[in-house]
């Protein structure tokens, strides 16, 4: 059987929601800039100091700005 990975819940959700523009990115050379993107705004969503145990609300997750830097 399988491991079945770390992530799960809305991070899971998140990165799989992510696979379809990295995966174009990786077509298009671009991987840097686009797994930076990816990440600044996971951590938007799942901040270090809230702790690998924290899950988001959906009202938390609604008012994240993907535009912050």
Do not use: H, W
Not at 6 to 18: C, M, N, V, Y
Request: hydrophobic content about 30%; proline content about 7%.
């Amino acid at each position: 059987m399988p491991n079945p990975g770390a992530f799960q819940g809305a991070r899971k959700q998140f990165l799989e929601s992510t696979k379809e523009e990295y995966a174009e990115a990786v077509r298009d050379g671009d991987v840097k800039e686009i797994r930076q993107d990816i990440c600044r705004r996971y951590y938007l969503r799942f901040p270090v100091s809230k702790g690998d145990n924290y899950e988001p609300t959906q009202a938390e997750l609604d008012a994240v700005d993907d535009k912050c830097p």
